[in-house]
């Protein structure tokens, strides 16, 4: 109820709206709408946006390495989006039955993790890979002369006459929650000088039921004069790195493992650290069972018995973190250690 005052502002709701004094003026604002509940369907898509995003998450976290956090600022979102996608992507398996492993992986391709720097734009030969029946990644590239083929900043040259092309494949399990680093290759490349064709296979082998990314980063390379040691000068103004492909490697493992499963398999490989996609799945199951038990219940409703079942509330959306510090990231590739 609105009330008269004896200046003759008004003060109070009335109708619609609401009246209010604002210093020595009286403010008219229409009522805020009562917030409606979310729907079974809007908790079902925001447990798969939540999916991707700690999908994308853990991915980041294994790739540290390629990227060493010299990537742009919008690079998170980005690459949520991508990961976001290839699950919507699938054409396998319905929302609540579906994650990475069943997404459109071609999504991923060509993502860049630096935008102010891309590795489309700093190597203009681009590599070829490739899946062999055997399970290996077999990388092909035409030969290339650095000073033409690789555009690096006028600083950086001069600063090195060194760069190094890394190839890494990663293997990624998100049913059993652990990823891999699985092969490596350095490929050399001395400014003013031309490198040779390249053809080769990835040494190492895939864990079955995994998926596997390619990734190839362009590292400027200088040798520090006081301990004669390789130091990389990458800055986040110029630091190409990208994914060159995705591939599921044969079958992927089946959904639902168990826990001693799991930690089976964090005996051999590396655990991912707070994803959380298996729960959100269990979850849209339960939200998916939900919806087809409230049409169940209309159906019998317009046949003259039954009641709507009501929703239960929304649920609340799991945050993903994941550490943003990585100077001095190793990781190690068929028990060899790599440095930076």
Known sequence: ?????????????????????????????????????????????????????????????????????????AMVNRFNSAVYHSILGSRTAARGNRDLHDGDLDCLKGFEFNAESPLSEALKVKPVVSLSPEGRIRIQMDALHSNTDLKVPAKFREMTGRFRLRFLVTALNFRSEYYEYV??????????????????????????????LVTLSLECLMRNSTDDAIELIN?????????????????????????????????????????????LLVKMAELTELAAAGQRKQRGKRSG???????????????????QS???????????????
């Open 1 to 73: 109820m609105a009330i008269l005052e004896k200046n003759g502002a008004l003060r109070g709701t009335a109708g619609t709206v609401v009246f209010r004094r604002f210093r020595t003026h009286t403010v008219v604002q229409k009522l805020p709408e009562r917030k409606k509940g979310q729907t079974l369907a809007s908790r079902a898509s925001a447990c798969e946006f939540g999916l991707a995003s700690t999908s994308a998450a853990s991915i980041r976290d294994a790739l540290k390495p390629v990227f060493r956090n010299r990537h742009d600022g």
């Open 305 to 323: 018995g039954g009641s709507v079942e009501q929703d239960p509330g929304g649920i609340k959306k799991q945050a993903v973190s994941t550490s």
């Open 183 to 212: 092969a490596v290759k350095d490929v050399t490349v001395i400014n003013g000088m031309a490198l040779e064709a390249q053809d080769f296979e990835m040494e190492g082998t895939i864990p079955e039921g995994c998926m596997a």
């Open 326 to 340: 990585d100077e001095g990231a190793s990781f190690v590739v068929i028990g060899k250690r790599f440095g930076f």
């Open 235 to 279: 800055t986040l103004s110029f630091s190409p790195a990208a994914i060159l492909a995705a591939f599921q490697i044969a079958e992927a493992t089946p959904m639902g493992q168990s826990a001693e499963a799991k930690k089976q398999a964090w005996d051999d490989y590396s655990m991912m650290e707070g994803y959380n996609g298996n729960t």
